[in-house]
């Protein structure tokens, strides 16, 4: 079992920036990469962005690229991101989730899955 939690959510003016974290606790080496998922109400759930739990490229959505950065602490079984440029249109809960095969922008690969947190973007 892995055990993920989301933070860092939170109410920002639109071109405002905010950082999510995901820690993730338990097996976490049970995993060869994590990402980054949000879902709006009454939308699928959508991907954002997703890294290597070793060393490796990363992978982001047309949607947020050179606007989001994802990284990742492995000394603290923690990975975050960043989100720059804040649009209303990212407003979603967000998600980190695991991943071990399979497309990066399923998330029916994905196994395991935090609670969430909600990001809201005004304009």
Same mark, same amino acid.
């Given at each position: 079992? $892995?055990?993920?939690?989301?933070?860092?959510? %939170?109410? $920002?003016?639109?071109? %405002?920036?905010?950082?999510?974290?995901?820690?993730?606790?338990?097996?976490?080496?049970?995993?060869?990469?994590?990402? =980054?998922?949000?879902?709006?109400?009454?939308?699928?759930?959508?991907?954002?962005?997703?890294?290597r739990w070793s060393v490796g490229p990363t992978y982001y959505a047309d949607s947020v690229k050179g606007r989001f950065t994802i990284s990742r602490d492995n000394a603290?079984?923690?990975?975050?991101?960043?989100?720059?440029?804040?649009?209303?249109?990212?407003?979603? $809960?967000?998600?980190?989730?695991?991943?071990?095969?399979?497309?990066?922008?399923?998330?029916?690969?994905?196994?395991? =899955?935090?609670?969430?947190?909600?990001?809201?973007?005004?304009?």
């Open positions: 079992q $892995v055990q993920l939690v989301e933070s860092g959510g %939170g109410l $920002v003016q639109a071109g %405002g920036s905010l950082r999510l974290s995901c820690a993730a606790s338990g097996r976490t080496f049970s995993f060869t990469s994590m990402g =980054w998922f949000r879902q709006a109400p009454g939308k699928d759930r959508e991907f954002v962005a997703a890294i603290k079984n923690s990975m975050y991101l960043q989100m720059n440029n804040l649009k209303p249109e990212d407003t979603a $809960v967000y998600y980190c989730a695991t991943r071990n095969d399979g497309s990066y922008t399923d998330p029916a690969n994905y196994d395991y =899955w935090g609670q969430g947190t909600q990001v809201t973007v005004s304009s």
